[in-house]
């Protein structure tokens, strides 16, 4: 039964995140408002939504392992597995380096987060700290896009409906059926999840850190899976790797920036000497491909996914 509840979560929080991004989108463009805002805002939460209110369950129902646990463990998914997953699809390289910046201040929230944590335990005034960074660094990421657009808003638009699978033109009662499954399906999603993952833990004698660095990681780093993927295969490598380094800033900063205002979220001993660690290091492999433009080719790609299934092994051997 724990299985079948975290299976069915899994999908809810999938197909719900799904729908509220393609409906938020949806109406964005319809009123009007430009992509680049959208792309920001609504897409960077949309795909940041199952964690956003897994964080949030986990830590007010009295597992902050999971919580702490979906957060790092989402950010190392997204550079080891995300990233080399598409790269044995169809290689790609980000010719324009336009993410080096986005990429320093992903690197320094790691930093920062590492070093909140070595205060044993995350509290409120944190997450107002890490929410006042996220504030910040999106309106540099605006005011910074605003004058580097080589497109118009009506291009961007339309680049913005193909990749997120969106017709601009939709129907108003069909954007309004899509958010609202949106707006219901997560918190269901995430309960059922939760329930379901703790269940496993508990039977398998794992910790539900564990669980939330390994199952709990992978399900909701899905959505940013599917977007990478869209985007490689495009030859979209610049939308591929923003995609990556704004989620993992979003999980930092706005996920655990708001979990803790919920709740306090104890860190474990194990994140302190391995988990943090590995995140930072796979944040930091993304520096020959952002700064220096090294093709993410399908060598690269292998050793990216053989990296994260040697940290599974770890995690899942050593917390039995």
């Known amino acids: 039964m724990d299985l079948l509840f975290a299976g069915l979560g899994l999908l809810a929080l999938l197909g719900a995140g799904d729908a509220l991004v393609r409906g938020a989108v949806a109406l964005s463009l319809r009123l009007g408002i430009s992509a680049l805002i959208v792309s920001l805002t609504v897409v960077a939460f949309g795909t940041s939504a199952p964690e956003l209110l897994i964080s949030i369950q986990a830590a007010v129902t009295g597992s902050p392992g999971i919580a702490i646990g979906n957060v790092v463990g989402s950010n190392i998914a997204n550079v080891l597995l995300v990233l080399g997953l598409p790269a044995m699809i169809a290689p790609f390289c980000d010719r324009t380096g336009d993410g080096q910046r986005n990429f320093w201040m992903m690197i320094a929230a790691s930093v920062v987060f590492i070093g909140l944590c070595f205060t044993g335990v995350l509290v409120w005034w944190h997450g107002v700290l890490m929410l006042a960074a996220l504030a910040a660094m999106l309106w540099d990421a605006y005011h910074v896009a605003m004058k580097s657009r080589a497109f118009t808003d009506e291009a961007e638009a339309e680049e913005l409906a193909e ?18 499954v949106g707006l219901v399906g997560l918190p269901i999603g995430a309960h059922f999840l939760i329930e379901g993952a703790r269940g496993i833990a508990l039977a398998a004698g794992i910790s539900e850190a564990a669980i939330g660095l390994s199952l709990v990681a992978i399900g909701t780093s899905l959505p940013e899976l599917a977007t990478t993927v869209a985007a490689a295969i495009r030859k979209q490598a610049d939308v591929a790797i923003g995609n990556i380094i704004g989620s993992n800033l979003f999980n930092i900063l706005a996920i655990m920036g708001v979990a803790v205002l919920f709740a306090p979220i104890p860190v474990p001993p194990e994140f302190l000497k391995v988990d943090l660690w590995v995140m930072l290091a796979g944040s930091l492999a993304l520096y020959p491909i952002v700064a220096l433009r090294l093709p993410l080719n399908r060598p690269l790609g292998l050793l990216f996914l053989v990296a994260y299934a040697g940290f599974m092994i770890v995690v899942l051997g050593d917390r039995m």
């Open 163 to 180: 990749l997120e699978d969106v017709d601009p033109h939709m129907a108003p009662w069909k954007i309004g059926a899509l958010i609202g």
